[in-house]
């Protein structure tokens, strides 16, 4: 992608963009039938009829779009992002562009389409992921599951990359075109050398599609698009460019029966933090099952994650981050100009201090509970909590909201 195409100003939605916060990524697909991750085709080698086998029991029998659309704003996320179409070339939606979609074969539903109502009878963005690359199409039309090397270079590829393309282009032209009003596209693995497709004109029919949908682009460390993504680390994003960054819940992106190693509580409300005080968005990964049904461990910590939400989330999101210096309590602190928010991950018991604050208390509340705080302020610059359970009442995260005369100002003692 040349930097020519990127904006010159920022998308007039880049506001609502930046409000949204929190929302859900979707990896959903065939490869979910085998339960080893959403690359399963390219790194085992499936051959393109083995995996037009594994799509044909693809049933997603179970699949109610609106009880993810319940779970989302259960967790407190704003929008979602569904991979209309992954790595293996599989359109979630009906095409005659390509007959591996799932109108014409399993599950004979445009999926797409039942998740966009969805969304829009929730009231939550919609967001479509789309991937330029198909291992499938690759391993047919080329024999290979490379899709680094440079096409054009190759006399014998040359046509039939040319007819990839097309096709990629006329399914991206179907997803922008026959539902409406989408909030955000999700471009992912567009190819590496510039030259061998059309970018510029790729642009202009986004544009002319989605002049409102919020373009975010998955290569070359971003940059191009409305916005940037970040995947699975945080960018050092300029102020007037919103971002995102994307994680997965637990390692991997689809439904992968051996990946357990899932985030905490606590990291993901610390990547929140971090999001939220930088202005950018959190997009969190889950991975139905083949059937469209939630993992049930996923389902519990999004659940658990949107309860803390619910009760502590006003110490989050339209916050700035805030540095306590060397605090026993915890290491994150936030304020939104009126209140100072202690994030308490490590809790002292029933009477405990915090240091460096310069203002005035007039009062401290702890969101967990929603009750008042008995404190002592002493000078220097010391607030002593006291009062307080011997246990935490939330175990992931306390935080305490102390109401300051002027703007919160915290000089911790040691950076």
Known sequence: MSDARRPSTLHPRTDWFRDLGFGMFIHWGPYSVLGRGEWAIHDERIPPEEYDEITRRFTASKFDARAWVELAKAAGMKYIVLTTCH??????????????????????????????EAC?????????????????????????????????????????????????????????????????LWLDDLPHVGESYDAEGMYRMVREFQPNCMLGENTRGCGNGDFDIAEERFLDSPPERPWELCMPIAVRWGYHRG????????????LLRR???????????????????????????????????????????????????????????????????????????????CGGLQNQVRSATLLSTGEPVAFEQ?????????????????PNCNVFAIETEGKPDLHPWME
């Open 87 to 116: 790595g293996d070339g599989y359109c979630l939606f009906g095409t005659k562009a390509c007959a591996r979609n799932s109108v014409d074969m399993t599950p004979k539903r445009d999926l797409v389409r039942e998740y966009v």
């Open 120 to 184: 829009r009878e929730g009231g939550l963005g919609v967001g479509f992921y789309y991937g330029m690359t198909t291992w499938y199409e690759n391993a047919k039309r080329f024999g290979t599951f490379d899709i680094r090397s440079n096409p054009l270079e190759n006399p014998a590829r040359r046509e039939g990359w040319k007819s990839l393309m097309a096709m990629k282009y006329a399914l991206l032209r179907d997803i922008l075109s026959n539902y409406g009003p989408i909030d955000i």
């Open 259 to 270: 990946d357990t190693d899932y985030k905490s509580i606590r990291h993901i409300l610390s």
């Open 275 to 353: 999001c939220a005080s930088g202005r950018g968005n959190l997009l969190l990964n889950t991975g139905p099952y083949e059937d469209g049904r939630m993992q049930p461990e996923q389902e519990k910590i999004l659940r658990t994650v949107g309860a803390w939400l619910k009760q502590q989330g006003q110490s989050v999101f339209g916050c700035k981050s805030v540095f306590p210096g060397h605090a026993e309590w915890g290491d994150a602190a936030s304020t939104d100009g009126k209140y100072l928010y202690l994030h308490v991950d490590r809790w002292m018991g029933e009477q405990w201090a």
């Open 378 to 394: 002493q000078a220097p610059n010391r607030i002593i909590f006291s009062g307080l359970p011997l246990d935490p009442p939330d």
